[in-house]
T-cell receptor, first 112, second 116 residues
Framework: TQLLEQSPQFLSIQEGENLTVYCNSS?????LQWYRQEPGEGPVLLVT?????EVKKLKRLTFQFGDARKDSSLHITAAQPGDTGLYLC????????????FGTGTSLTVIP | NAGVTQTPKFQVLKTGQSMTLQCAQD?????MSWYRQDPGMGLRLIHY???????DQGEVPNGYNVSRSTTEDFPLRLLSAAPSQTSVYFC???????????????FGPGTRLLVL
């Protein structure tokens, strides 16, 4: 079940630049989660957004849940090489077995 | 706490061979699951367990078996490996068997499997 579309698929930027990645769907979600997966490691939960229009900040990372709860964005300010990784969004399917379903991810490379 | 541990880190199999991927957690989590991650496909759920003795199928269960004899361990068995099972496998756990959209899943470091 691939209800989540993430864009861009790949992103390569210079250290210090800003970027935004997107997680879009035509479905309404009760919440969305964002994970970061570093090379050779498992995903790590960054944040869960639950209210339409909600904005959460985690240091230089800003997460927003769309007003209609169909989409979410992750904005990184002044990217650093340590931000390199795969960013995944996921939704919880309460109508489909109470499981989490993941998007295909955005692979970010920050060049020093 | 070690969190979620997986062994082995890497494995190469020939078609038709069997193997068991090990997963253990020391957080006393009720819920454990196995995902596979393939390029362009994201993470897909294979099997899951809500407690010792209870397992169920996820999105892509064919070719895999699981068992949960203890709270801590949740091994994944490939009975007859196929090239289509070449993937990276992640084990995950979370605190409660009663799922919530706001729960935190903890992932292991993964097992990279190549089936020739």
């Amino acid at each position: 079940t691939q209800l989540l579309e993430q864009s861009p698929q790949f992103l390569s930027i210079q250290e210090g630049e800003n970027l935004t990645v997107y997680c879009n769907s035509s479905s309404v979600f009760s919440s969305l989660q964002w994970y970061r997966q570093e090379p050779g490691e498992g995903p790590v939960l960054l944040v869960t957004v639950v209210t339409g229009g909600e904005v959460k900040k985690l240091k230089r990372l800003t997460f927003q849940f769309g007003d209609a709860r169909k989409d979410s964005s992750l904005h990184i300010t002044a990217a650093q090489p340590g931000d390199t990784g795969l960013y995944l969004c996921a939704y919880f399917g309460s109508n489909t077995g109470n499981q989490f379903y993941f998007g295909t991810g955005t692979s970010l490379t920050v060049i020093p | 706490n070690a969190g979620v541990t997986q062994t082995p880190k890497f494995q190469v199999l020939k078609t038709g061979q069997s193997m068991t991927l090990q997963c253990a957690q020391d957080m006393n989590h009720e819920y454990m699951s196995w995902y596979r991650q393939d390029p362009g496909m994201g993470l897909r759920l294979i099997h899951y367990s809500v407690g010792a003795g209870i397992t169920d199928q996820g999105e892509v269960p064919n070719g895999y078996n699981v068992s949960r004899s203890t709270t801590e361990d949740f091994p994944l068995r490939l009975l007859s490996a196929a090239p289509s099972q070449t993937s990276v496998y992640f084990c995950a756990s979370s605190y409660k068997a009663t799922r919530s959209s706001q729960e935190t899943q903890y992932f292991g470091p993964g097992t990279r499997l190549l089936v020739l």
